[in-house]
Every structure is written in structure tokens, then in C-alpha cells.
């Protein structure tokens, strides 16, 4: 068995009493450290006190967070997100189509606890997945937790912002804006003209 190493002296940058783990550089999940503290006073430290074993459990399970767990969202645009695991470094979600079954995992690039549906071009507007998430930290991945089930709704509806609608422009190539739709590639546009009483145009953009 390998003699104990002292990984880190840790200084705290307040009066405040208490520390996290993850604020020391190399602690770890599935370890068990011994930590002794003393307090500095006038810029001189006392003694060490009596020395104590900490032991952190192995990598905690993740899941998407309750109020997204078998909710219908209304946006592909909105973030889905999973209960935060500290230290972690990136996060995997396996996605099922509750109506095809098939599968896509993504990895996030970075520590952030969420993904964006419109980054998953299987996911859509009024379709229902099966998620499960886990962590990753430097020892690796930990345990999925949970499946959740996430709905979304029909395609929003949408229609011109309202410093658009309403309005006396003086030019043809003024851009007239529409209320945004995540996940969209094109929006159609009815067209009628009132002088006429008729439909003129379904322009539909590019």
C-alpha cells in the first residue's frame, strides 16, 4: 500500500471557516484524504490541529434536472439540463426517440451541465426522448442516472416583431423581422396585398 502523499496545502482567502474539496488541486472522488487546518492570525499561523480522514464516495450519478423530467418544452432553443456534479469536466447524454429508438449520443466540450436540442439535428418539434446523462472528471466517467422523458411541443407559432408590424416603411429593401424560431431553416411569409383583396405572394426565405 502507498504511503500517504500530501497533495496540496490549502489557504483560504477569507476568515470564513469551512472549505470544499474541490477548491484544493488534486482531490478526487473515490480517495480518502487526511486534513488537519490552522488558523492564521496577523499574518502568523498557529499549530496544526488533531488530523481527521475525509473519504469522497465514487463519482455521483447525474440526471436531467425535475423540472425538465417529463416536461414539454416549447423550444428546441431551450437548454436542456442536468443536475451539476462538481469537478466534472464534460457531461454525456444518450438521447433515444421514444418513436424510432434510435440513439445519438453527444458529449458537451466543456464542464457546462447542458445541451442545446438544436445541436442534435434527430431532435424535433413534436417529438418525445428518453435521456439519461453521467459525468466525466478526471478519473473518467462516472454512472448514468435516471432516464427522463422530455417532450416538445408543435412548432411555435410565429409572426412579424412588433417594431416591424404595423408600420409605414419609406423602401422596399427595408428588412421586415420575424419573431425567431429555434431549430428553423426558412421562414414562409403571406403576402396580401389590401388594395387588391388578393394573396399576392408566399415568399418563402432563403
Do not use: H, W
Not at 466540450?109 to 445541451?115: E, I, L
Not at 466525466?136 to 417532450?151: A, D, H
Amino acid at each position: 500500500e502507498a504511503s500517504p502523499v500530501t497533495i496540496a496545502n490549502y489557504v483560504s482567502t477569507s476568515s470564513a471557516n469551512s472549505f470544499k474539496p474541490i477548491y484544493a488541486s488534486g482531490m478526487t472522488y473515490g480517495r480518502s484524504y487526511n486534513i488537519s487546518v490552522r488558523a492564521k492570525v496577523n499574518g502568523l499561523f498557529g499549530n496544526f490541529g488533531t488530523v481527521c480522514t475525509i473519504t469522497i464516495s465514487d463519482i455521483p450519478s447525474t440526471q436531467v434536472i425535475a423540472a425538465q423530467c417529463g416536461a414539454t418544452l416549447t423550444s428546441l432553443g431551450t437548454n436542456i439540463n442536468c443536475d451539476a456534479v462538481a469537478g466534472a469536466t464534460n457531461y454525456e447524454f444518450v438521447i433515444t426517440d421514444v418513436a424510432t429508438n434510435s440513439v445519438t449520443t453527444y458529449t458537451t466540450t466543456s464542464s457546462a451541465a447542458y445541451f442545446k436540442p438544436t445541436s442534435i439535428r434527430s431532435m424535433v418539434y413534436n417529438g418525445s426522448y428518453s435521456i439519461k446523462v453521467r459525468a466525466k472528471t478526471s478519473l473518467g466517467f462516472g454512472p448514468y442516472g435516471n432516464n427522463c422523458i422530455v417532450n416538445f411541443g408543435p412548432i411555435p407559432v410565429t409572426k412579424l416583431q412588433a417594431a416591424s408590424c404595423d408600420i409605414t416603411i419609406n423602401s422596399l429593401s427595408t428588412n421586415l423581422l420575424s419573431e425567431v424560431v429555434a431549430g428553423v431553416t426558412n421562414y414562409e411569409y403571406k403576402i396580401t396585398d389590401l388594395t387588391a383583396g388578393a394573396t399576392i405572394n408566399n415568399y418563402i426565405s432563403t
